[in-house]
Each structure stands twice: as C-alpha cells, then as structure tokens.
C-alpha cells in the first residue's frame, strides 16, 4: 500500500445505549433535582446507566459490530481499532485490546485515546492519519464511555448531565479520488490548553491518589470555554476546504448541553435546522456522545450520502477539535 493518494471513506456507523433508561423524574427521586430544572439548563430528558458489570469495551463491542453490519464488513476486514475513552475497564491493557479479542481479531493494531470528550474526534483524526499514510486499511473508530462510575451522586450540578453509552464508525482506505468531491474525512483540526485542567477533571488518579476518584466542574467557565473558544477549529476547517457554513447539510456537535450546542451554531452561522441535536435522548456521553448522534441521524436518514458534515467537540483539559467528511 503506498504512502499517497488514499482517503479515508465512512463505511458504517454503529451505536449501543445500555438497558437502563433513567429519567430525569426518576433521578429527582435520590437527588436534589427536578425535571423541569435539568431541562431548563441542560435540554436533557433522559441517560443510560450501564449495569453493574457491564464494562466499557462490552459497550464498545456491541457498538463496532454494528458499524461492522452497518457496512457489511466482517471484523476480520479491521487491522485498526481505536477506542476513544476516558473509563476504561482497566488501568491497563488498553480497552481497545479487549474490543479487538471479542471481536476475535489477533493481528494490527488496538489502542486506547484520552482526550475526554473530543476523544472520538481526536481518534478519527487519529486513524484518518494511519489510513492516508498507507499504512492500515480498515480502522474501527470508537467512543464508548461509562461515565455513570465517575459521578459524585451528593451533587446535583454534575450528575445530572451524564450517562453510559458507545458509538462506533468504521473507516476504510479508498485509493484516488478527492475527498471533498468524492467522499472520505476532508480535514480535521485538534487543539488542547492544559491550563484549563481545573474546569473539568476527576480528582483521581493512580499516580495522584491511587483511586477512581469523582468528575468535578465549574460548569460557568466551561460553558464560557466551548462557546467562546472552541468555534475557532470549525473556522479552520472552513478555510482549509474553502468552503462556509451554508455549505454544511450537517452540524454534529458534542452532546453536552442544548444551550452550548445553539449557542456555537450562532456564533459559527450555522442554520438551527442543519444541527443534529441528541442530547435529549442521552445526556453527556463524553467521547461517545459524536458517534451516538451520528448513528441516530444516519438511522433516521438524515445524514445521507453526499452530505457534508461537521463534527465539533470539547473535552476536559481542555481538549478540542473538528472534523469535515462528505458522507
């Protein structure tokens, strides 16, 4: 496989919510909270736990067989599996190594991204690079996430917003062409600022206090952060396609909150009516929360072929990114 002129072409997309749906009534029940309080702030109605033994990469795997059977690919076809998490099963091995055994594969190459909840922007990114050099053909790109496990349950300001839940995409190397006319990741654009670790971080660690440890935010400053900052890698992304925000049919941002979500397609020009919005449905699933509303606007047809779509998130770190694909 030579070194230039391949793409990077989404072939499925997969997604999978654990059996535990808990709504906002149920979760005022042993928290401080109310439906109408949740909604009014955050737009959400509803998140999945993931039961007790239920682990990220069995999330994970269910995700990636059905971007496998969306794509009618067998897993054998994969040679990169990339899962973009920051609860994984284990300190180590990577939970990308546990996706790829229960997929049966033993050869390439499986490892784990943190970038908290840009991570599946930061691993397509990521596998994009791998496929354009030529040296991996068929990448599965997963965020997959347990978040429920790092929530302090005595404050209601963060609880509230999280849930369990993976997506998946699969990726394959397509030879010649140009991706924005024909199809495949046109550009991506990363940034990340540790200054900003105090914002939103786990006060665990097993280098720091040897545990899991609990999500804490400053929820203020982090809305201030998404909103005023991080439209800049959608800016970029514009100007290397040479393209603008009336040309997008799709704007796929994270899932954290509906007013960050209207409030960064105002600030980038971005029509109401082209934001896929599935915060909802789910809560903030962190690095899953992309691939999750990816999957539910290509199963409602939606996102069809041809479309141009943007993809935007923002993690803790702070961590950020963006990326442009013709479907």
């Known amino acids: 496989m030579e070194s230039s002129g391949w793409r990077s072409v989404v072939r499925g997309v997969g997604a999978y919510l654990p059996e535990r749906c808990v709504t906002n009534a149920e979760l005022a029940r042993t928290v401080d909270t109310s439906d109408e309080w949740i909604l009014q702030r955050t737009g959400i109605t509803r998140r999945f736990f993931a039961a007790e033994g239920e682990t990220t990469s069995q999330l994970a795997t269910h995700a990636a067989r059905a971007a496998l059977d969306r794509a009618g690919r067998d897993a054998r076809d994969v040679d990169l599996v990339i899962v973009a998490t920051a ?38 990114a990521t596998a994009d690079k791998f496929l354009r050099s030529g040296s991996h053909r068929c990448a599965l790109v997963i965020g997959a996430e347990t978040f429920s496990r790092l929530l302090d349950w005595s404050d209601r300001t963060t609880c509230v917003l999280f849930g369990d839940g993976a997506g998946a995409v699969l990726l394959e190397a397509e030879r010649g062409g140009d991706a924005l006319r024909d199809g495949g990741i046109i550009t991506t654009h990363l940034r990340s600022d540790g200054r900003g670790r105090d914002k939103l971080f786990v006060d665990g660690g097993p280098s720091t ?85 990816l999957d539910e606007a290509c199963r409602d047809g939606r996102i069809r072929p041809g479309h141009l779509v943007m993809l935007e998130a923002v993690g803790g770190g702070f961590t950020w990114g963006s990326a442009l694909l013709r479907w």
């Not at 546990?98 to 922007?121: E, N, P, R």
């Not at 603008?244 to 909150?257: E, I, K, T």
């Not at 397609?265 to 449905?281: C, N, Q, R």
């Open 209 to 293: 206090t040897g545990t899991t440890g609990h999500l804490r935010m400053q929820g203020k400053d982090v809305f201030r952060h998404a909103v005023g900052q991080v439209t800049d890698v959608v800016v970029d992304a514009f100007a290397a396609a040479g393209i603008g925000p009336d040309d997008l049919d799709w704007f796929v941002p994270h899932q954290a909150n509906r007013r960050i979500i209207d409030a960064s397609a105002a600030k980038l020009g971005i029509d109401p009516a082209k934001v896929v919005t599935t915060v909802h449905l789910h809560a903030n699933t962190s690095a899953a929360s992309v691939p999750l509303a």
């Open 87 to 124: 609860t994984p099963d284990y300190t180590f091995p990577a939970t990308a190594t546990q996706v790829q055994a229960a997929l049966g594969l033993t050869a390439g190459v499986a490892f784990d991204l943190q970038a908290v909840c840009s991570g599946f922007v930061f691993a397509l």
